[in-house]
């Protein structure tokens, strides 16, 4: 029998909620040994809600945000 079999035979002799905390702890686990992406840019940020921002919205938003804002002329 090898790991996953045996993994398997206890799961299934485990209650509901039991089985559910092994999930859980399963996918810590998973997400412990899988590279995460970049933080540092937008799309980094963005990457878990699987949003398509391009470089056109981002400059976009800015305008939008920024345009009017009073600029000192010299």
Same mark, same amino acid.
């Given at each position: 029998? +090898?790991?996953?079999?045996? &993994?398997?035979?206890?799961?299934?002799? @485990?209650?509901? $909620?039991?089985?559910?905390?092994?999930?859980?702890?399963?996918?810590?686990?998973?997400?412990?040994?899988?590279?995460? +992406?970049?933080?540092?840019? &937008?799309?980094g940020?963005?990457?878990? @809600?699987?949003? $398509?921002?391009?470089?056109?919205?981002?400059?976009?938003?800015?305008?939008?945000?920024?345009?009017?804002?009073?600029?000192?002329?010299?």
């Amino acid at each position: 029998m +090898n790991i996953e079999q045996a &993994v398997l035979a206890r799961l299934r002799h @485990l209650p509901i $909620d039991k089985q559910q905390q092994l999930l859980d702890f399963a996918e810590f686990l998973y997400q412990k040994t899988t590279p995460k +992406n970049s933080l540092r840019t &937008v799309r980094g940020l963005c990457a878990d @809600l699987k949003v $398509d921002i391009t470089e056109e919205d981002i400059a976009q938003a800015r305008q939008e945000m920024w345009g009017n804002f009073p600029r000192d002329v010299v």
